[in-house]
């Protein structure tokens, strides 16, 4: 199984912006609640639906290349 692997750099700069994605995410979320124009509210709710978009992008690139890297360190 992958968790008993050590992660490749490239794995590691994935997770690593997948983190970054997901704090981002979170915060954005918590100004969301704090915006009270409706325009600024659709900006914000764009802006963070990009960063979705983005982060499921990584999380299937993680997938992919930890399958890659499964594949090649099997028996």
């Not at 915006?35 to 659709?42: A, E, L, M």
């Amino acid at each position: 199984m992958a968790s008993n692997l050590p992660m490749s750099p490239q794995l590691e700069q994935i997770h690593g912006e997948i983190r970054d994605h997901f704090r981002a995410l979170a915060n954005g979320f918590q100004k969301l609640d704090k915006i009270k124009d409706s325009s600024r509210q659709s900006k914000q709710l764009e802006e963070l639906t990009d960063k979705m978009r983005e982060c499921k992008r990584l999380v299937k690139e993680f997938d992919r290349e930890l399958k890659d890297e499964e594949a090649r360190n099997s028996p």
